[in-house]
């Protein structure tokens, strides 16, 4: 599985400029491999997606494609429909 993550917005445009990350959860150590394997899956990145956003006014959004299998799909989530766990990740790829 193949991450990529775009981030923009944020107050002003400035907490996300120019964040671009990708990551192969295969080159990680298990514990992460595992951990990123799960919050990055398809299905589960799909209904985030689906939840209210509320006020989205100076939040940073994120861009998340998966690739898998040879299939991508990709996801638009703003920074309050993702777990903390899941923004602790994305900080630690």
């Known amino acids: 599985m193949i991450i990529e993550i775009a981030a923009q917005g944020g107050f ?3 907490a996300a400029a120019n964040l671009h990350k990708t ?3 295969s080159d990680q150590p298990e514990p992460m491999r595992q951990d990123l ?3 990055f899956e398809p299905d589960e990145l799909a209904r985030l997606a689906r939840q209210p956003c509320g006020d989205c006014a100076d939040r940073i959004t994120y861009r998340i494609t998966v690739t898998e299998d040879r299939r991508t799909r990709s996801f638009t989530l703003h920074e309050q ?3 903390p766990d899941m ?3 994305i900080d630690q790829m």
């Open 81 to 83: 429909q993702i777990p």
């Open 23 to 25: 990551i192969d959860v």
């Open 87 to 89: 923004l602790d990740l």
């Open 37 to 39: 394997s799960d919050a």
């Open 12 to 14: 002003g445009g400035i």
